[in-house]
């Protein structure tokens, strides 16, 4: 069953599955303020710079951001990777 699937190691354990190649920060990405109560949602933010809210993990990954449920705080800035960035890694492909 796991023959033609992929295994990754986690933590020290076997994974297997599907994952997305890591975003890594780059000086491209763009800088968002964090002006606003509410707005710490990565799904949100996802939608607002990508029209989806399935790109947040990335947002998150760029960022080091362990708990997306926390998101960012009020004042925080955050790293947006570029859409065309995502494009060429094959992340666009999937929702957008």
């Avoid at 599907?18 to 710490?40: I, S």
């Avoid at 809210?53 to 570029?82: C, F, H, K, Y």
């Amino acid at each position: 069953m796991f023959q033609a699937t992929k295994a990754y190691v986690v933590n020290g354990q076997p994974v297997w599955g599907l994952m997305r190649p890591k975003v890594e920060p780059d000086p491209t990405d763009q800088v968002f303020l964090m002006t606003a109560a509410g707005q710490h949602r990565l799904d949100l933010i996802s939608s607002v710079f990508y029209q989806t809210p399935e790109l947040w993990d990335v947002i998150a990954q760029v960022n080091n951001i362990l708990d997306p449920l926390m998101g960012a705080a009020q004042g925080s800035t955050l790293r947006i990777p570029l859409k065309s960035r995502l494009a060429n890694l094959g992340l666009l492909n999937r929702n957008s």
